[in-house]
């Protein structure tokens, strides 16, 4: 607050209300007036903030908080980690698996109980790309001139799993790497393994995507649902109608995304061309997708520690 040069007044007229003597009412109807929510500020009233008419200020506070962090951070690149929240490392697979064995011994003919065991199961196998993606996340944090050197740095969505396992690589070798939480109808909360600066929250998928894109050097995608669908799809859209650069798209785990997606399907249907199955690369794990990007951008002669 500006302070108040004594030299040059002691007080202006606005300063304080008019007086009762003046008018008895007086300072119960200013009072009135400084409470009703149009005098606030327009930053300090929730209320407007919210307001669909405001949605273009949210939109742009949304993109700039974590647009001036990572400028502040000297944030060049990024490469991008997606997979399942739901998969888990494998010691907290094989209890959870366990847990559910012990309730089939007393439950043995419940349907319910035997698929979540299916599915259990399925999960203890899949904790293998927890391992895989941190170690993928302490390739990143490893490269340049080590943990230090922010030019390239991990990002993920924030939460956990797959995106936990590779923040938590990233920590492991004392690296920065970033994690872009979004606000969802559920509460929801951010890995423990993210650099506290550079962990942001979102109000807008799309802010959250647009910064998911905007510092990208490559894209690594693990198995997942929905949430790492809609992002794989996003850009492989992207590269192919030219609307973004070209990156490496890497797809982790041959038997997963060779089940999950039948591109050569859509091929064979004429919705994709042969064309569009050179945007991706699908590999096996974490080795395989670091030297697939370092042998990319050599090829390309697009630079990553520049």
Not at 73 to 90: D, P, Q, W, Y
Not at 113 to 130: F, G, H, N, T
Not at 231 to 246: C, H, P, Y
Request: charged share 30%.
């Amino acid at each position: 607050m500006r302070k108040k040069d004594s030299s040059i007044h002691s007080e202006f007229p606005w300063e304080h209300p008019k007086s009762k003597s003046e008018d008895p009412k007086a300072v119960k109807l200013v009072k009135r007036l400084m409470e009703s929510p149009t005098y606030r500020l327009a930053e300090d009233d929730p209320d407007f903030m919210k307001s669909y008419e405001a949605r273009g200020v949210r939109l742009e506070i949304d993109y700039l908080k974590a647009e001036l962090a990572m400028q502040k951070l000297g944030i060049k690149h990024t490469i991008v980690v997606f997979g399942s929240a739901r998969i888990k490392e494998r010691k907290t697979a094989m209890s959870e698996l366990k847990e559910i064995q012990k309730k089939i011994e007393a439950h043995p003919e419940n349907k319910e109980l035997l698929e979540q065991l299916r599915i259990a199961e399925r999960m203890v196998e899949k904790s293998i790309y927890y391992d895989d993606a941190r170690m993928f996340g302490r390739y990143i944090g490893e490269s340049g001139k080590g943990p230090d050197d922010s030019r390239v740095v991990l990002m993920t969505g924030g939460g956990p799993g797959i995106m936990e396992a590779a923040n938590r690589g990233s920590y492991d070798v004392g690296a920065r790497s970033i994690g872009l939480n979004i606000r969802l109808p559920h509460e929801q909360f951010p890995n423990p393994y993210i650099t506290p600066e550079l962990c942001f929250q979102f109000r807008y998928f799309a802010i959250r995507k647009l910064h998911f894109f905007l510092r990208s050097k490559a894209l690594v995608v693990y198995p997942g649902g929905f949430g790492t669908l809609d992002e794989l799809f996003e850009i492989l859209t992207l590269v192919q109608t030219q609307k973004t650069n070209i990156i490496p798209v890497v797809m982790v785990g041959k038997k997963y995304w060779k089940k999950a997606i039948d591109f050569d399907f859509l091929k064979e249907e004429g919705v994709i061309t042969s064309q569009d199955l050179e945007i991706f690369k699908i590999v096996e794990n974490a080795t395989e997708a670091w030297k697939y990007i370092l042998d990319w951008h050599k090829h390309k002669d697009t630079h990553l520690f520049i």
